[in-house]
Structure formats: C-alpha cells, structure tokens
C-alpha cells in the first residue's frame, strides 16, 4: 500500500493536517488499512523533504497544515495513470506458512488448511454481509467501501478456492505415496474433486 500517494491525493483535495488525513484515508477505505499517527508524520515530513508538500504552518489550535505542491499534483497524476506493478508481489503470509508447513516434517498440513479455511469463510460471511447492509442503505459517499468490500470479497472467494486446491493436492500426494499410479477424487468444500483442482493448463489461462 502506497500511504505516501495516498495522502498526496487526499492533500490534492484540500490541504489538512496529520490527524485529518488519517481520518479521511480511514473514512474512505472502510478502515480497512488504518494508518499510524506516527506513520503519517513521519510520511509528511519525507514528502515536505522531497518538495511535494509544503508546510502552511499552524491552524491556532496546534495543527500543523499542509498543502500539496506542483510537484506533488504532477506525482499523484502519475501514480493514477500508472497500473500497480506485480513485479514485486506483497508477502503473503498464509501462502508461506503453507509452503513451510508441507516442507517441515510434523506439521499436519491438512489442520492447517482446514482452520484456515474456517476463519477465511467466516470472513467471507462478514464481508458478504456488510456489503449487504451498505448497499441496502447506500449513499453516494459509501460507493469507495463497497469497491473495498467487493475486492475483499472476491479476494477471500480465491483463498477459499486455493485452500482447496492446497487440500487436493495433499490428498494427490498422500494417494501417490500409498500407492504409485492410483488418482484419488475427493471433493473439498466448495465441491472441487482433486482433477478439478489441479492447475488449468498454461494455454487456458491465457
């Protein structure tokens, strides 16, 4: 998550200080992602030093002001137009507690998996059901959550789907150490069997 774009473009809004822009980020976004005070400063501070914010001094009531610069604007436009890279992918802490569970000796993957599963489908229902509820009652200012609650809910939807594949393929394994040749189907919980759940093929995923 890019906090420094994101306050260059609530400062292109109108100019605020440290607490009001964590508040508008956090109003915006669900509170999803909440921000540390010290961590909006701290950001500030690296933006005035890199000349893409300026310090407007005080508001009277111990506030210090900021406003964003020619520099900051010309910034902000860039990282709109610019599509968010995946040459770095973000660590992904569940995948690599899975890719370290099935590599350690005693670890029970499958109970891994499964509680996951559980807490991912709790969150699942949770999101579901707020945006349920947001758009029941919707007004123009929450259509920036539901976008939020929809990427949260397709999100969780392929964690769900990928735990299953994870459970299949442990399955495959355990079928092929037992016996060599012999093809195990079971059905996970969103109804994938173990052929199903195997990788599509590089040509169907173009």
Not at 73 to 102: C, D, H, M, Q, S
């Amino acid at each position: 998550m890019s906090i420094r774009h994101s306050l260059l473009a609530l400062l292109q809004d109108q100019p605020r200080y440290g607490y009001q822009l964590r508040v508008e980020f956090e109003n915006r976004t669900g509170a999803t992602w909440p921000l540390n005070i010290g961590q909006v400063y701290t950001t500030l501070d690296r933006l005035e030093r890199d000349g893409m914010v300026s310090n407007d001094g005080g508001d009277g009531e111990g506030h210090v002001v900021y406003s964003i610069t020619e520099a900051g604007k010309a910034e902000v436009r860039g990282w709109f137009a610019a599509p968010v890279e995946r040459t770095n992918p973000p660590r992904n802490e569940l995948a690599i507690k899975l890719a370290l569970a099935v590599t350690l000796p005693g670890v029970d993957v499958q109970a891994v998996i499964q509680a996951q599963r559980v807490a991912s489908i709790r969150a699942l229902q949770d999101y579901t059901k707020s945006r349920r509820d947001t758009a029941a009652n919707q007004k123009p200012a929450d259509t920036a959550w539901l976008l939020v609650l929809d990427s949260l809910i397709f999100q969780t939807e392929a964690e769900v789907r990928w735990l299953d594949l994870c459970e299949a393929r442990m399955v495959q394994q355990a079928a092929g150490q037992g016996a060599t040749g012999q093809g195990t189907a079971r059905k996970t919980s969103t109804g994938v069997t173990t052929e199903e759940a195997a990788p599509l093929p590089a040509e169907t995923r173009r």
